[in-house]
């Protein structure tokens, strides 16, 4: 849900919301103030969230597209190390999503007034889940060694 839905909705969100600014830009001559940064927080959303949802699915192709590729006797160490890896930087995008959060405190986007942290909360929490989801792919990979 939290990586096909949500993406989904926001995808959506921001589908109306620029499709309403080029109508109102159009007929009215105007658009709405808001519409760009609406547009802003909605795409953030998409890719922070759509991102879970390609590492709760085991979709991230680069990854795979190597593994593959690899002698049958070296998949399952590649595979672990690609998950540490991506672990390492979830881990480092994490810490400076934070970081981000902790000195953006004050701005906020003019049109909506909401503050900019918002962005980076979306992503760190992105990171988070994208570190969770790792983490349960070696513990499957850890109980199927054995296999």
Not at 52 to 63: E, S
Not at 68 to 76: A, G, I, K, N, V
Not at 110 to 121: D, F, M, T
Request: net charge positive; with cysteine; hydrophobic share 60%.
């Amino acid at each position: 849900m939290i990586g096909e839905i949500i993406p989904t909705l926001l995808l959506a969100g921001v589908l109306i919301v620029v499709s309403a600014n080029v109508i109102s830009r159009t007929i009215l001559r105007e658009g709405f103030q808001t519409a760009n940064e609406l547009a802003i927080v909605c795409f953030s959303g998409v890719v922070f969230f759509g991102i879970i949802g390609a590492a709760l699915n085991k979709q991230m192709f680069g990854v795979d597209y190597f593994i593959s590729r690899l002698p049958r006797t070296l998949e399952r160490p590649a595979l672990m190390l690609s998950h540490l890896l991506v672990i390492i930087i979830a881990s480092a995008v994490l810490h400076a999503a934070t970081a981000q959060v902790a000195t953006a405190r004050f701005t906020t986007f003019l049109a909506l007034g909401w503050p900019k942290w918002i962005v980076s909360a979306g992503l760190a929490f992105a990171m988070g889940a994208i570190i969770a989801t790792q983490l349960l792919h070696i513990v499957i990979l850890w109980r199927r060694r054995g296999e």
